[in-house]
Each structure stands twice: as C-alpha cells, then as structure tokens.
T-cell receptor, first 115, second 113 residues
Framework: KAGVTQTPRYLIKTRGQQVTLSCSPI?????VSWYQQTPGQGLQFLFE???????NKGNFPGRFSGRQFSNSRSEMNVSTLELGDSALYLC??????????????FGPGTRLTVL | AQSVAQPEDQVNVAEGNPLTVKCTYS??????LFWYVQYPNRGLQFLLK????DNLVKGSYGFEAEFNKSQTSFHLKKPSALVSDSALYFC???????????WGAGTKLIIKP
C-alpha cells in the first residue's frame, strides 16, 4: 500500500497570507490527524477528522482549520499567517475505528516558512 | 492529567553498545504505549506499541521496549546500536478514557562510531 502523502513538501509564505496543505491517507484509513512540529514546542496536536467530521481538536486558534472529504483526503488551512506558524506540519492516518490502540502512520510533512 | 515524560533530551551511545531511551507515563486506566522515530526532515515512523500481553514488545529495526506497570515506564532498547540509529525518538500514550495520543517531547539519540 502507498503511504501517507502530503503536498506540497515545502512552502514559503509571507505574514498575513493564508495557506492550504493537503494530506492523502493510506487507502482504507478513515482517520486523519494533523500535528505542528517546532523545535521549541515539539509535536502539538491540531485536530483529527473521521468520516468528514472533526472528532478531536487541540489548543490552537481559529486561524487553523481543516476538513476531510468523502474519500478521506484532508486539508488544513491557516489564515492570516504569523511568523510563529513556521513549522513542519505532519499528517497521520489510522484506521480510525475509534480504538485508542490504533497506530498512526505519518506522512513526510510540509515545511512551512513564514517570512 | 495524562502525560508522557522523556527525561533525557539527548542520549549518546557508542556504536555496538546497548542503548536505552527512557519514557514514563501517567494515564487513567490501561495505558497503550507507542514508540516512533524521526529522521531529519522526515515524518515519524512507527517502531512498536504495547497494548496488552507480554511486557517485552519487539519492533522494527531490532528495537524492543519493556512495559513496566509498577514503574509506569516503557523504555526503548536495542542490544547493539548502529550509527544509522541516530535520530529523534518519540514516546506516546493513549488510555481507556482518552482516545487521543499524548506525546513526549522527544529524545535525540546520537550513536558515535
């Protein structure tokens, strides 16, 4: 099976702009989670989608949003970019049957740089 | 509150020596524990997980981890380190009452030739 794919791999934006990142999960996986990774804050959970519904949400401002499509592909959007949004954004997919024993499989990430 | 601690920011080991990366946790009910590895500019790769059963879990690339309920620990181990094991290692936990994974801060493992 193909792994989790994320596009684009690299992005450079300026403050105030908005950005959309895309994630395609492993075939058959219905849950997609998004994380922000920075050197100072480590791995921070953004949100999780399952069957097109947001099931869990982390502690991020409303500028961060996401959605999931019927084919389980997911997008996340960041509006009004700030310098502090520069990070590696990771997407992970799992089977998503609601089991807390599910293994998450990660994509390679999108490196966002905000200038 | 549920939490995961990786007490060492960095671990240095000589090639060929055994390695241990430490992880302790606090969770309500049964813990479900995971280890992941991240190479530079890459996503996280799943190594192994403990759900139930045998306290010694074997995973990818020769890694194993031992679940110790009394010490609430889940240390990652490998009998003989390779230079290629140098990476960032993350421990994570979920529990009966918390579906979402809680992540440790990560431990940088450096294997010196």
């Amino acid at each position: 099976k193909a792994g989790v794919t994320q596009t684009p791999r690299y992005l450079i934006k300026t403050r105030g702009q908005q950005v959309t990142l895309s994630c395609s999960p492993i075939s058959g996986h219905r849950s997609v989670s998004w994380y922000q990774q920075t050197p100072g804050q480590g791995l921070q959970f953004l949100f999780e989608y399952f069957s097109e519904t947001q099931r869990n949400k982390g502690n991020f401002p409303g500028r961060f949003s996401g959605r999931q499509f019927s084919n389980s592909r997911s997008e996340m959007n960041v509006s009004t970019l700030e310098l502090g949004d520069s990070a590696l954004y990771l997407c992970a997919s799992s089977q998503g049957g609601g089991k807390n024993t599910d293994t998450q499989y990660f994509g390679p990430g999108t490196r966002l740089t905000v200038l | 509150a549920q939490s995961v601690a990786q007490p060492e920011d960095q671990v240095n080991v000589a090639e060929g020596n055994p390695l241990t990366v430490k992880c302790t946790y606090s969770v309500s009910g049964n813990p479900y524990l995971f280890w992941y590895v991240q190479y530079p500019n890459r996503g996280l790769q799943f190594l192994l997980k403990y759900i139930t059963g045998d306290n010694l879990v074997k995973g990818s690339y020769g890694f194993e981890a031992e679940f110790n309920k009394s010490q609430t620990s889940f240390h990652l181990k490998k009998p003989s380190a390779l230079v290629s094991d140098s990476a960032l290692y993350f421990c994570a936990v979920s529990g009966d009452s918390n579906y979402q994974l809680i992540w440790g801060a990560g431990t940088k493992l450096i294997i010196k030739p």
